[in-house]
Every structure is written in C-alpha cells, then in structure tokens.
C-alpha cells in the first residue's frame, strides 16, 4: 500500500507528549543508553513510534520502565533502513500484531515482507504523506541514504523529528516549511552533525535560526560539538535531551 498525500486539518494538536524510548545519550539512570533512536509521540490521532533504535531486548526494557505498553502504539514510522532505527522492530511487532508500519517505498523487498509475516501492515512512502490527522511524513529525501522525517502540525507551529537526517538537517527543515507552509516549533532528532567540521556546524546553527526554528533539541548522531554550538545559540530555548527525556506542549512555550 502507498501512502497519499494530504492537507492539514484545522483542528491543530494543542496537546503533545514526545518521549524519547531509546537514544545513546544518557538521561535517566534506570534506563539502557544505546546507539540508535526510537520516539514515542502521544496525543496525536494515532499513537506513533518514530524509528525503533537497535535492539530490541534494550527498546522494550525501557519501554517497561517508562510504563509504555507495546499495544498502545498504533503506528511505527521508519526514518531509514539503518539498524539503529530498524532494529527494534521484530522484537517489537512479536509483542504486538497489527500495527501499521511507514517505511520508504525503496527499502528492500524482503524487510517489508518480513514485517508483514509479522502481522503488521506496511505502508511504502515515497512522496509527502499523511500518516494520521496533522502528522505527516516529509516523503523520501536524499540520494545516497534516502531518509524521510516526521512532520507534526501542533497549534503552536510545526514539529520536524529526524532520524539521522543524511539528506541535511537545513533540507529538512526547508522540506517541512515548504510542505505545510508554517514555522517551526521545534526541530528534535538526530542531526548527523559528529563528523562536521566547526566551521560545518556554525554554518549550520546559522541556517537552523534564519529559518526561524524557535527551540532545537539535537540527539543521537549530532555530536557532542554540533549540541554544544546549538546550546550556545538557542540558550535557553535549547532542550537537553537523552534516554527518557519527555517533551510536551508545555515545554514549548
């Protein structure tokens, strides 16, 4: 099944709770870091996980200790084939059948089929598409790792969450402005930033606040120095986040 392209509702998300289930940065103690990202985002229409870190042993350890229950999540969104964001997934769909899983159309052939012998259903997304009402996928960006990120449309403006964000955080972020025609909230993920120069991530920090991102929460692959250059720019409107953090609505103003 392909997904469909639509508009955004204007009945907007005043309400949103974003947990972090799985990333290597440390946050709570009483969770496992791990290399490799997963997000639970709640008070959307559907419940979603975005990307499924690593291992699944680790993914649903720390779900239990968050008091996250496998059959609440409806729908799992993958940013891209990487095992860090996809290896939680059989462990996952074992725990719970029929979920509805986003996955780009040029993942291979037999990932897809084993997730359906799994009893989930796949949707392939190649182009711009809504997943439930006001969260959309960007569609499929990128040429060398094809990636597609999470766009939430909140009252407030718009949420952008990246995997790892190959193509380029700055086109990302571009794509989703361009989407849905609304300024950015807040940008969380990971950047893909540790391999970048200084000079790289200034330039980047400067692109990310000329297109108007009010708070930015850089996790997983941003690198040490990319978060410490965001935290240096943003201050207080920069969220520390690992393993366990919770964003809200609230959080955001």
Not at 21 to 40: K, S
Not at 202 to 230: M, Q
Request: one cysteine or more; aromatic letters at 6%.
């Amino acid at each position: 099944m392909h997904a469909e392209s639509e508009r955004p509702s204007a009945h907007l998300i005043a309400s949103l709770d974003m947990v972090i289930v799985y990333d290597n940065n440390p946050h709570r103690e009483d969770l496992e870091p791990a290399w490799g990202f997963a997000c639970l985002v709640r008070g959307s229409e559907k419940t979603i996980l975005f990307d499924t870190g690593g291992d699944g042993s680790i993914l649903l350890a720390n779900m239990k200790e968050l008091g996250i229950d496998p059959d609440e999540i409806e729908v799992v969104v993958l940013s891209h084939i990487h095992e860090d964001h996809t290896g939680g997934l059989r462990a996952l769909l074992d725990e719970k059948s029929g979920m509805t899983v986003y996955s780009l159309a040029s993942f291979p052939r037999r990932f897809k089929a084993d997730v359906e012998t799994r009893g989930a259903s796949i949707v392939e997304v190649d182009r711009h598409a809504k997943i439930c009402e006001n969260v959309y996928s960007t569609g499929e960006l990128g040429t060398r790792v094809k990636e597609q990120a999470l766009i939430i449309h909140t009252a407030r403006g718009l949420i952008v969450m990246t995997g790892c964000a190959h193509p380029g955080i700055v086109h990302v972020v571009e794509r989703a402005k361009d989407l849905i025609g609304e300024d950015v909230l807040l940008v969380i993920g990971g950047f893909h930033l540790g391999p970048a120069s200084s000079a790289e991530i200034e330039g980047i920090v400067a692109s990310i606040r000329e297109l108007g991102v009010r708070y930015i929460a850089p996790c997983h692959c941003s690198g040490d120095a990319a978060r410490e250059l965001f935290h240096d720019e943003y201050e207080e409107n920069y969220i520390e986040v690992g393993v366990g953090s919770i964003i809200t609505m609230e959080d955001l103003s």
